[in-house]
Every structure is written in C-alpha cells, then in structure tokens.
C-alpha cells in the first residue's frame, strides 16, 4: 500500500475547539458556550456582515471566481496600516485564507527537508506542524515565565535555521514580548534568516511596550508580520488574513498562493470590518472587563491567571486538566485544555464568563 512521507506520519492533527452544537447534541441541552477558539464574542463586525448581504443581494457574482489579488481590501488595509507613518503599500500585502495558510505558504517557501526553524515551546502549534509538512526540524525553547525566551531563541539559531516563529501576544499564554526584548533579539537574528512575527492577537494590546514592528519591515529586515480577521474582527468562520512584508518576500510566497485563495465573501466582510473601528473598540471594551472579572475570580478561587494581553487566559492549575475539561463540557461550557496542568479560557461576554465561573466554582466545590 502506499505510505505518506515519513514526515507526514508524525504530524499530529489540529485539534479544534469542540463545536457549540456538537456540545448541544450530546447534552440534549440549548445553552452552551464556547470559550475555547478565542472568537469575538460580540460576533461579527456588522458592517461587514451588511457587506455581504448587499453583495449577495445584488449580483450573480457568486459563479465568478474572487479577485486574486484582493485589490480593495489591500487598498484598505494600505490606507489603515500606512497611518501611523510608515507606508505599507500593494507590494507589501498578502492575503492569505486565514494566517494560518500564510504560515504554511511561507513555510514552504523557504525551508526543505533537514532545515531548521526555531520557535518557543508553549506557542500556537501550527508552527511545527507546518514545519513537519516540510520535513524540517521544529526547535522549541523552553519559555520562562510563560513567555517567550527571546535571548534563547536566539541562541537556538544554526547555519541550518531558516525561519524563526514569534507569536506576540502568545497563543496559549496570552503574555508578550517587550520592545526592548525584541530589539536585542533583531540585532542577533543573522541574514538570511526569515522572522515571522505572529500578530493574531495585536489589536488586544495595551502595553506601551510593546513593539513595533513595522519598523523592522520598514528598515527591510527578513521579517513577515501576520495579522488576521478571525480574532478581534470576528471573521474567523470566513478565513481572511494577511502578511506585510518587504516586495521580495510577498512575491517569493505569491508563488505558491494558490490563485483564488481567499474568497470573495471574506474579501468583502474583511475590507467593511476593516472601517468599522466602532465594532472593534467595543470588542476591546467588553475584552478589558471580561479579563478583570476573570482574573478577579480566578484569583479567588486559587487558580490565579497568567496576565493576558489577548482576547484568552491561561490558567495552570494543580489538577488534570482533561478531567477539569470534561467536567466543564458536562456543564455545558466549553474551554481548552492545554498539556496535562493548564486550561485556556477566551473572554467572553459578561454571560459567559458568569457561566463558567459558576460551572468551575460548582466543579471545585464537588
Ligand atoms: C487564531 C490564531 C491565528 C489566526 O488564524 P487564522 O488562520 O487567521 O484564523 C494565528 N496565530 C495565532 C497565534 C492564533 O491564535
């Protein structure tokens, strides 16, 4: 019989947040939540949900192949990016069907078989598994403190390293990496070495010390900075996001984009939800009281929060976490565990983050 590459053998699967329905299903019950994939809970911007309703009420455009290029979203994204005073033009844009498919692309284009990328252990798991879809070596450095060693990951770079993965904030741990941090590291990254900065979760932030890293673009390092419109603009279900890099590298990764790989839905819901800052401030403002009422709680109940400058908090904690997780599921409310001792909880509304409190409290008190 035929066999994969052995390569491929050894990728263990993505494993999703459970489905709000498939919970439903199960329990015969109407009223989960899901505070497992770190979605806005506020939903979609609705400017670009009204987006995609004008553009399906008024045309036959759905037997057309999508705009490969994504030219008005790019020219929105240019506009929105170039405002802070570094220009961001076509050149440097990528659109990719979610980041998670840039991760890849850009993976494949710069690594072969026996090459090396480094990046921290604890980080979002698709960067090894698209490491391994390449046969290369994923390096992964312990962190301290629940954040990226930046210094060591430094160190962890060989003649054999051709990318480096930074997820700021960090996905499970919600914590960052400063600018000064990341500074020293840049100074350290040699040539020839690509950095994929990881921003998923940027427009959660609030430190002021958190980096910029368009400079680095700007100053024409090897750097790839990779944003999304699944988190806080609430198109995760859409699959839309992109790159910013200096014109070399994006037309280098266009060739393996395949042609229409984001779809002309998401292209229009992304380019209205890019103008709807009203949608996203209240996203950051539910955020910001979701996290204080949960650490508050958390911390009461002796399972303290790592503090989060994302939309989700990682929570070790002394017990198994799967029993912990079925537990909750049991109750109706879904989270992730991460490994054998922590959970990740994403914000929620007010209503679902009261449910959860209630469920752990009932499971603690039992
Ligand atoms: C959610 C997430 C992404 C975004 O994935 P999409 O493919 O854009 O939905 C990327 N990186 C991290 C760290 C994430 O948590």
């Not at 700021?168 to 690509?194: C, D, I, K, Y």
């Not at 790839?224 to 995760?236: D, I, N, P, Q, V």
């Not at 508050?296 to 002394?318: C, H, M, W």
Request: charged residues 20%; negative net charge.
């Amino acid at each position: 019989m035929i066999q994969p590459l052995p390569y491929v053998e050894k990728i263990s699967p993505y494993v999703p947040g459970k489905p709000v329905k498939e919970l439903e299903r199960e329990l015969g019950i109407s009223s989960c939540v899901k505070l497992a994939s770190n979605e806005n809970p506020l939903g979609p911007s609705p400017k670009a949900v009204a987006a995609i309703q004008e553009f399906l009420s008024g045309s036959e455009e759905l037997c057309r192949y999508p705009e490969g290029s994504g030219y008005y979203l790019k020219a929105a994204l240019q506009n929105k990016l170039s405002a802070g005073g570094i220009a961001v033009g076509f050149d440097n844009l990528i659109l990719g069907n979610g980041s998670n498919e840039l991760l890849n692309i850009a993976t494949r284009t710069y690594m072969s078989p026996g090459d090396e990328a480094v990046m921290s252990q604890m980080s979002f798991v698709v960067y090894s598994m698209a490491v391994q879809a390449v046969g290369g070596v994923a390096h992964q450095v312990p962190m301290t403190n629940y954040r990226h060693d930046l210094a060591a990951m430094a160190d962890a770079i060989t003649p054999k390293t051709k990318m480096v993965f930074v997820a700021n904030p960090n996905n499970p741990t919600g914590t960052t990496s400063t600018a000064g941090e990341f500074e020293r590291f840049m100074q350290r990254v040699p040539e020839n070495v690509l950095v994929v900065v990881d921003e998923a979760y940027i427009e959660y932030v609030s430190r002021q010390d958190y980096p910029d890293t368009l400079k680095y673009f700007a100053a024409g390092r090897d750097i790839l900075l990779l944003r999304t419109f699944s988190k806080a603009y609430g198109l995760a279900s859409l699959r839309i996001g992109y790159g910013i890099a200096k014109p070399e590298i994006i037309t280098a990764i266009n060739r393996l984009r395949e042609p229409f790989n984001t779809n002309t839905l998401a292209q229009v819901a992304a380019e209205a939800a890019v103008a709807d800052d009203e949608h996203v401030r209240n996203t950051l403002v539910n955020n910001a009281a979701g996290k204080q009422y949960l650490m508050k709680e958390l911390a009461a109940l002796e399972l303290p929060g790592v503090p989060s400058e994302a939309n989700f908090i990682f929570v070790p904690i002394s017990m198994d976490s799967m029993s912990l997780y079925d537990g909750l599921l049991r109750k109706g409310v879904i989270i992730r565990p991460i490994g054998p001792k922590a959970i990740r909880i994403s914000i929620g509304t007010p209503h679902e983050n009261e449910r959860f409190i209630a469920a752990l409290k009932e499971i603690l008190a039992a």
